[in-house]
């Protein structure tokens, strides 16, 4: 039998970000507008944003960030200080965790989980 070679297709890079700052994670244009600025950063082509609130005292704010290489996304979940954050690219000259930090910065987590994933196929 003959082994087929493995080809990255994707870089992902994802993580939960503890102990925000609670006034960042419920603003939405503010995230809106690092999702966007780590887009460019990374060397990403923004495609669309799309972001909504969510009110009560379980608040938070989703934002989705769709690339033209894949997407980012920013959950948050105010009661708990707490965000997740994915950042997927297909591009070859777009760098995930360039993405990732920058927005990680921007929430000021006391703590951050980080995990990065090649996503890839088997070439025929």
Partial sequence: MVEKARVIVG???YGNLY???VNVLS???FLRDAAVEAA???NMTVWDVKSW???GEKGG???IVLVVESHIAIHTW????YATLDVYTCGEKSDPEVAFNYIASKLKPKYVKK???DRSSISA
């Fill in 11 to 13: 870089k992902h890079v």
């Fill in 27 to 29: 603003n939405e244009k």
């Fill in 61 to 63: 704010v989703s934002v």
């Fill in 115 to 117: 995990y990065y994933a």
């Fill in 78 to 81: 105010t009661e708990y200080s």
């Fill in 53 to 55: 609130k969510f009110g």
């Fill in 40 to 42: 460019k950063m990374a």
């Fill in 19 to 21: 102990d925000c700052d």
